[in-house]
């Protein structure tokens, strides 16, 4: 067998190397290189319990976005949640974000019901109605609570 | 009772010592690395050495391990009956924290004891004096390759590894045990943030140089080792201390870093 | 026998090293003049090859000065010191050939690393020191396949591709038989003649190694005991000088008829 130069090895290293690098950041990591393909857009939520960035944002089960930045609105105390929505999905302003789990231990997700409103939301622009998460706890202890 | 103390002095000193020697040793390696000129061919041959020829190693150890993953994964998270977490569960702990350890610990055993006793064995029979009194640096000679090698083929083998680790988990998540494939890969990609590979990227860019800067450095202080750096016992004595220091500052600085990015 | 007149190339004063608690060299003083070939004796362990550390940079005295070319080692920058080792060629003791490269590489590195001349002209300089050296088709081999006498060959070659002014010999000869070390002693002899460097032997080979040298200087108790030209330094009254001679000699140098028949030839 013809021996291979050292030259091509470490070309073939290299190549292997940066195609298993861009699957990672590309793929998994959600690195865009080529310009962003979403769009922001504010909620603000009395609780989000648990959500964390990167979560999902969903539409009838669908993902159409991410949750890019969690951060409290130090005025009065809400939460305020970024959302990086695909380009192409335009959402209505009268829609509802609320906070969701998935299953009864899963990750939290931030789902949206469509509106009826002729107008959309813009870019940058606010989700003004938004449902909080649900405490399983809290909702345990009420029901214990009121059954008294 | 005195000799006791000075002992302890003597020790402590003899480490710091060393400890500066490996300080300077690094900064002259990095100020030579930027300085002119620079030669590809030497560098290319280091990777070939330490990058490409641990690439079946790297493969294979990459494989088992997101296969253990995926087993260990399985059996613990059907006990919540939330075997969909399997896919994120597995490229989670490849990528932030298996990947970059266990590649440079293949790279230590593979290229890091090999280094160490080729520069020993160099020091051993004056080449390296040689090269200096040829008025060639040694540092810019023979390290600088070798950090530069370092630094390039830690991280593009831990990426490798990490690939090749989650594919093997999905072998035994999904081919074995039937987890839903789309759960799987879909868990994976809405689980994984940049975060978590430039957490990565991070730990095998330091690991590599680490790698690299204890085995080189070993090896060239040679003879200022106390148990006395002389002949093949004393090169094989260095290697050994080379690979058990430098698979145990991964380990520490493994820690650091996770504790610093997180 | 008249002063010499010639320019000191290295000079080492009131040089002193300690090894741990050990004192290896004491206030050593000895001068290299310019195209002179000086060899160093001594016993194994008088710190000979210390001495020729301390003249290659590779040590620092712990006191006194080591001047080459008029520039004290300790004192100048790292730059510095690499421009006085552009004019250094060594041999070392065990050849410290790259074993990992071949012959010609190993002549070729200095060249390489060290000056901007082109492949075609590394191969002819290469060519031309390994074919001064009979070393002839070997090129291709490694230093490991090569005899010990062609090693040290190979070395001097290496040595010497750079037209050094200074070429340090660390014990050329030892592990040689008889023949080999007299075809290096000839190489030596044919190369300076050509080259016309100045030479530093550290040598055990007493007394052929007088016959190449203009002077011999005797290395022990950490001091330099004499420095003389090689007639003188076998008929020396030191007694340092006279123990040496007396047992790396034998008897026939040192019996009376022979120093007679020496004063008498003088």
Known sequence: MKRFKVETVVGLFLVAGFICFAYLSVKLGDLNFFGDKTYQVVASFNSISGLKEGASVEIAGVQIGKVAKVFLDTKNYEAKVELAINKGVELQEDSIASVRTAGIIGDKYIKISPGGSPMNIEPGGEIAETESAINLEELVSKYIFENK | ?262 | MEKDIRPAVIQLIDVEKSFKSQQVLKKVNLSILEGTTMVIVGASGQGKSVLLKHMLGLLKPDKGEVRVFGKDLAKISKKELKEVRQNYGVLFQNVALFDSMTVFDNVALPLRERTKASEKEIKANVDEKLSMMDLQGAGEKFPAQLSGGMQKRVGLARALVLNPKVVFFDEPTTGLDVSRSNEIYRLFYRTQQQLKYTAVIVSHDVPKIFKLADYVALVAKGQVQGCMSPEDFQLSDLSEIKTFVKETMGPIYSSEEEEMGFYETL
């Open chain 2, 1 to 262: 009772m005195l000799g006791f103390f000075e002992k302890i002095g003597d020790n402590f000193l003899y480490y710091l010592e060393q400890a500066g020697r490996m300080g300077v040793f690094l900064f002259n390696c990095l100020i030579n690395a930027f300085k002119p000129p620079y030669k590809i061919g030497p560098i290319v041959r280091q990777i070939h050495f330490i990058g490409a020829r641990s690439i079946f190693v790297i493969v294979f150890t990459g494989a088992f391990t997101g296969m253990v993953l995926a087993l260990q994964g399985y059996y613990t998270l059907t006990k919540f009956g939330s075997e969909g977490f399997l896919g994120s569960a597995v490229a989670l702990s490849l990528i932030r924290e298996l990947g970059p350890v266990l590649a440079s610990l293949m790279v230590i055993g593979r290229a890091g004891s090999a280094i160490c006793a080729e520069i020993g064995i160099m020091r051993n029979s004056e080449q390296i004096d040689a090269l200096e009194c040829m008025a060639i640096d040694p540092h810019k000679y023979l390290m600088v390759p070798k950090f530069i090698a370092g630094v390039i083929s830690v991280p593009l083998l831990t990426f490798v590894f990490d690939v090749v680790g989650i594919f093997g988990g999905y072998l035994v998540g999904v081919g074995l045990f039937g987890v839903n494939e789309g759960a799987f890969f879909n868990g994976m990609y809405s689980s994984v943030t940049w975060q978590d590979v430039h957490m990565g990227v991070v730990k095998s860019l330091i690991f590599g140089l680490l790698i690299i800067w204890i085995s080189t450095s070993k090896g060239y202080f040679l003879h200022y080792e106390r148990s006395g750096g002389f002949g093949a016992e004393g090169v094989s004595r260095n290697t050994t201390n080379a690979v058990v220091l430098s698979s145990v500052t991964i380990l520490v600085w493994d820690y650091l870093l996770t504790a610093i990015l997180l």
